[in-house]
């Protein structure tokens, strides 16, 4: 069972910086896909971005860019560096995993996933 803990959320200007942890345990973080989504009060949850299990890298085009997700097999965690933060990017930031070795071409897609943490706000003020 993986469980996946985030955290790092907080409230920053815009045009500022946050760095986003998501902490994995029950099962190495390089044996799956961790994606990150975010929520926004009253919108649907989006992709954000994704390091598959053989390192690739995935980006929504709002984010490009501006955010970097990379992965620290050795602290069994992945990190999301979301710099030159806009108003818009206000929301719910929630890390999720696939099952082992799961290879996809829509890990945009949050039924992909069959992990889940509790989500880590993020509000961005103007």
């Known amino acids: 069972q993986v469980q996946l803990v985030e955290s790092g959320g907080g409230l920053v200007q815009a045009g500022g910086s946050l760095r986003l942890s998501c902490a994995a345990s029950?099962?190495?973080?390089?044996?799956?896909?961790v994606g990150w989504f975010r929520q926004a009060p009253g919108k649907e949850r989006e992709f954000v971005a994704a390091?598959?299990?053989?390192?690739?890298?995935y980006y929504a085009d709002s984010v490009k860019g501006r955010f970097t997700i990379s992965r620290d097999n050795a602290k069994n965690t992945v990190t999301l560096q979301m710099n030159s933060l806009k108003p818009e990017d206000t929301a719910v930031y929630y890390c999720?995993?696939?099952?082992?070795?799961?290879?996809?071409?829509?890990?945009?897609?949050?039924?992909?996933?069959?992990?889940w943490g509790q989500g880590t706000q993020v509000t961005v003020s103007s």
């Open positions: 390091i598959s299990w053989t390192s690739g890298l």
């Open positions: 999720a995993g696939t099952r082992p070795y799961y290879s996809s071409t829509n890990y945009h897609e949050g039924a992909s996933y069959d992990y």
């Open positions: 029950g099962r190495t973080v390089s044996s799956y896909t």
